[in-house]
Nanobody, 134 residues
Framework: QVQFVESGGGLVQSGGSLRLACAAS????????IAWFRRAPGKERAAVAC?????????????KYTDSVKGRFTISKDEAKGTVYLQMNSLKPEDTGVYYC??????????????????????WGQGTQVTVSS
């Protein structure tokens, strides 16, 4: 069955970096649109970054980011390894939260549901905790 396992979280000082990994199984990664979400303390899950399914021309998929992480976070995927990454640089205390990955419904080449919200996503992983100290 479709499953995600997130890893790479931890405690880091403000300005530091972390790379999260989302290992996917049960499906072919190139066929799905995958997003990272963050659940900050006391808040609902919010989309952070998305990478689309890979179209027939190849490439690595279209990407989208929420405004607060643009220029600091980079989403990428390694289809051979079945893994989606989130490179997080220049971390801030407000980046603290549990980070999850999930698939967008239905798969597409545009991250169409990124601005709509978590109800458009399925197959959530268990999450990985990121804590940024000031």
């Amino acid at each position: 069955q479709v499953q995600f396992v997130e890893s790479g979280g931890g405690l880091v000082q403000s300005g530091g970096s972390l790379r999260l990994a989302c290992a996917a199984s049960g499906f072919r990664l190139r066929d799905y649109t995958i997003a990272w979400f963050r659940r900050a303390p006391g808040k609902e899950r919010a989309a952070v970054a998305c990478i689309s399914a890979t179209d027939q021309r190849g490439g690595n998929g279209a990407t989208k980011y929420t405004d607060s992480v643009k220029g600091r976070f980079t989403i990428s995927k390694d289809e051979a390894k079945g893994t989606v990454y989130l490179q997080m640089n220049s971390l801030k205390p407000e980046d603290t939260g549990v980070y999850y990955c999930a698939t967008e419904r239905p798969p597409n080449y545009y991250c169409s549901a990124f601005e709509i919200g978590p109800d458009e996503y399925d197959f959530w992983g268990q999450g990985t905790q990121v804590t940024v100290s000031s």
